[in-house]
Structures are given as C-alpha cells and as structure tokens.
C-alpha cells in the first residue's frame, strides 16, 4: 500500500475543545499544524451535559452555539433537602461548540482531517502514520498534541495506564416549564456520581453517572429518574436523544510531556474529578499546548514544554488533588448506610462549603 508523507510542524490528534484549541493556538502562531479527528463530523455525537463556565463565553460567539443561560444550581440531598447556590455558565450546542474552534483553527491554516484514525506511533521517530478517506499518510511531526480523550491511542503507545472512569449515560427530553438551573441529585443510588438535569431551552439533558463497581446498570437508574421527572410532569416521556460514555476520574496523569508530545485535557487527566466537567481544563490547555509549541519550535525556547506542564499543573492541580481526596473519602461509604446521609454527601459535593474545609 501506497503511503503519502507529509511534515508539519505540530501534529494534533483529537479535535474536541483541547485538540481545537491547540490546533487554533498553534496556527495563530504561524506553525504549519495537522489535526486529526476519527469522527465523521467533529462533535458528533455528543456526548456532554453541555455546561461551560462564563469565561468560556468568548468561544460561544457564532451562531447556533449558544442555548441558554444559567443562573444557579439546585443540589438534592438524599433526605429530600434542596439548596441552591450561584453557578453561572452557559448552555451550548456542543457539536458547534467544537465545530467553531475547529474551523477557527482551519481559517488560520491549519489542516483538518476529519474522520481519520492514528493507526501508528513512533514516538522514536517522530512519525504517525493516520488512516484517512483517501488513504493513509505518514506525518513526520517536530511536535505532537494528544487530545484524544480519556482512552487516548498516544497514551497507550507511551506505555501509559487507562484512568479511572465512570460511566455516564444522558438523554435529551423535553423540557416541560422554563428552567435556569441546573439541578444536580446526590443519592446512594448513584454511586461513585450522580445524576443531573440542565436545561437547554426548550429541551433538557438528563443524565446519571455511576462507578460501575457499584452500580452495574446505569440505564436502569436513568430510565428510573426519567419516569420519575415525565410523571411529575416536569419533562417529556419521549426521549429525543441518547448519549453516554467515560468520563475519567483519576486525575492528572503523572506527566504531560514525554519527549515531544504533549497531553491535554481528558488525555491529561484533567477532567474533575468529582463533577466530570472538562471543557474549561480542556480549552485551558489546548490554548496553553498550542503556545508552547510556538515557544518551543519558534522561538527555540527549551523550556517551553516544561514550563507548560508546570503552568498547567499550577492552574488545576490543587482543585483536581482535593477533588480526588473527597471522591476518595466518599468511596468509603458507598454500599453502606452512611451514603445516604446528608452531612456525607456535602462533604463530597464542590457546591457546599463542606467540601472546602480541612480533612
């Protein structure tokens, strides 16, 4: 079989909201840049309760992105209690979401090769060889950036353990009565997660994730959630949409760089480890990727990568450390009594200020 071959500067492999932010990053900079991504259209299917935080607002600018607005979150106790607290963001259209950045970053230069897979890695030598529509090519990259999620092919070809991860599983309802919070249950029924509800204007994500070690069917307690909220009359008993995957929970791996390639954001780790949410780190980091490679090729700083390990483990690393602490104690109690208790559940949950304090 014929092989094309082609050299960049940087190779990307992922293009969800890291891998696109990278790729835009590393093209503004005038990098000559490859990025990779195994869908047939980039964010599709999705698979995210579809919360950003307002910071991320400046990428939520073209049409069809933005949903709705949110003003607070809802946390059920598993005593039935309810508390409300201040957790403003924006709802999105995920797949556009990822699409903007993606065609950002290709209006910059960079080019795009949808519904391609890595196929191989030399790390050694620098070269990939990906399967596309047209054919295999090889790249021979200076730098690679690996944001392909939590199962990440760069990550197993570098000898890397998979993480930790919970099971999710969402559908799409209709959403019966305006809503601008998200509400979120804390329950022994879900261990090692939760369950949630965001709204989307007229429709509505509702979800649970599960440690699987504990819970072997999280359909079931969807479905369960779902027929309890459709006979309240709060969503639709149809279900327009369904979604599900891994969501990684074991925290930062233990190096973002290795040799030339980088890893951000769920490849890195950097999912929360208690809520699940990424997309924040997941930019963060692409952005933060994309301007070492910059540094590091352009203008032959050698401590460019480095220093973006350092940057971002300075920026999330604490909050991810006392994220794994608190899922960590909270796994004590799964499968007892106690995980049904209120004092319990703050503990582990970011929205109360039990979750701030000392061990």
């Given at each position: 079989m014929n092989v094309a071959r082609q050299a960049v500067d940087?190779?990307?492999?992922?293009?969800?909201?890291?891998?696109?932010?990278?790729?835009?990053?590393?093209?503004?900079?005038?990098?000559?840049?490859?990025?990779v991504e195994r869908r047939r259209e980039i964010g599709v299917?999705?698979?995210?309760?579809?919360?950003?935080?307002?910071?991320?607002?400046?990428?939520?600018?073209?049409?069809?992105?933005?949903q709705q607005r949110i003003r607070g979150m809802i946390s059920h106790l598993p005593s039935g209690k309810a508390e409300t607290t201040d957790s403003p963001g924006l709802m999105v259209d995920r797949a556009a979401f990822d699409q903007?950045?993606?065609?950002?970053?290709?209006?910059?230069?960079?080019?795009?090769?949808?519904?391609?897979?890595?196929?191989e890695l030399d790390s050694a030598d620098s070269s990939a060889v990906v399967a596309t529509p047209r054919g295999q090519i090889r790249f021979n990259?200076?730098?690679?950036?690996?944001?392909?999620?939590?199962?990440?092919?760069?990550?197993?070809?570098?000898g890397?353990?998979?993480p930790e991860t919970v099971h999710a599983r969402q559908y799409t309802v209709a959403l019966n009565q305006p809503c601008d919070d998200t509400e979120i249950w804390l329950s022994a029924d879900y261990p090692g997660?939760?369950?949630?509800?965001?709204?989307?204007?007229?429709?509505?994500?509702?979800?649970?994730?599960?440690?699987?070690?504990?819970?072997?069917?999280?359909?079931?307690?969807?479905?369960?959630?779902?027929?309890?909220?459709?006979?309240?009359?709060?969503?639709?008993?149809?279900?327009?949409?369904?979604?599900?995957?891994?969501?990684?929970?074991?925290?930062?791996?233990?190096?973002?760089?290795?040799?030339?390639?980088?890893?951000?954001?769920?490849?890195?780790?950097?999912?929360?480890?208690v809520t699940g949410a990424g997309i924040a780190a997941a930019v963060a980091s692409g952005e933060r990727a994309g301007q070492a490679a910059a540094g590091w090729l352009l203008e032959r700083d050698e401590t460019a990568l480095q220093e973006f390990e350092q940057d971002i483990r300075d920026q999330f690393g604490a909050s991810l450390q006392?994220?794994?602490?608190?899922r960590a104690r909270l796994g004590q109690y799964w499968r007892t009594p106690a995980a049904g208790d209120d004092a319990i559940q703050r503990?582990?949950?970011m929205a109360f200020p039990e979750y701030y304090e000392s061990a």
């Open positions: 940087v190779l990307v492999i992922g293009l969800g909201p890291a891998g696109g932010a990278a790729a835009l990053a590393a093209a503004r900079a005038g990098l000559k840049v490859a990025a299917p999705v698979q995210c309760a579809e919360f950003i935080p307002l910071p991320l607002g400046r990428h939520a600018q073209a049409a069809g992105i933005l903007a950045l993606a065609r950002q970053a290709e209006n910059n230069g960079a080019t795009l090769y949808p519904h391609s897979s890595l196929v990259y200076r730098l690679l950036i690996a944001a392909d999620g939590p199962h990440s092919f760069v990550a197993r070809a570098h890397l353990d998979r997660g939760y369950a949630w509800l965001f709204p989307r204007g007229p429709v509505a994500n509702l979800g649970v994730g599960v440690d699987k070690r504990f819970a072997a069917d999280p359909k079931a307690l969807l479905d369960a959630l779902h027929g309890q909220l459709a006979a309240e009359g709060r969503v639709g008993k149809t279900i327009l949409r369904r979604t599900g995957g891994a969501i990684p929970v074991g925290g930062l791996r233990a190096n973002l760089v290795i040799g030339n390639a980088l890893f951000v954001g769920d490849a890195a780790g950097l999912t929360h480890p006392r994220a794994l602490a608190r503990r582990g949950w």
